[in-house]
């Protein structure tokens, strides 16, 4: 079974930045597609990036590119979501979880959530 563990949010201001990390156990986390999902309050659930074991396919949803960067280190089986210039908008809690590739749609396992907030 494969399990999934955030770490990394916090408040932070607005043009800051955070880094997320993933950790990835009970399969190798280079057999299998990862993605970072987020659901603000109010908000439907939203596709944020993803990336193939490879890292040959990656994602971006339009409103975090060029500020938001999905990066993997299989052998410490860990994914990690670099956020720069961070907008009150981003303000979420963040998951991550298994994914198909190229869609990036779910694949059924999710953590827990980490909770992120933007804001002054």
Do not use: H
């Amino acid at each position: 079974q494969v399990q999934l563990v955030e770490s990394g949010g916090g408040l932070v201001q607005p043009g800051g930045s955070l880094r997320l990390s993933c950790e990835v156990s009970g399969l190798p986390s280079d057999s299998i597609g990862i993605g970072w999902f987020r659901q603000g309050p109010g908000k439907e659930r939203e596709k944020v990036s993803c990336s193939s074991s490879d890292e040959d396919r990656i994602y971006y949803a339009d409103s975090v590119k060029g500020r938001f960067t999905i990066s993997r280190d299989n052998a410490k089986n860990l994914v990690y979501l670099q956020m720069n210039n961070l907008k009150p908008e981003d303000t979420a809690d963040y998951f991550c979880a298994t994914v198909f590739v190229p869609s990036c749609d779910p694949s059924g396992d999710w953590g827990q959530g980490t909770q992120v907030t933007v804001s002054s």
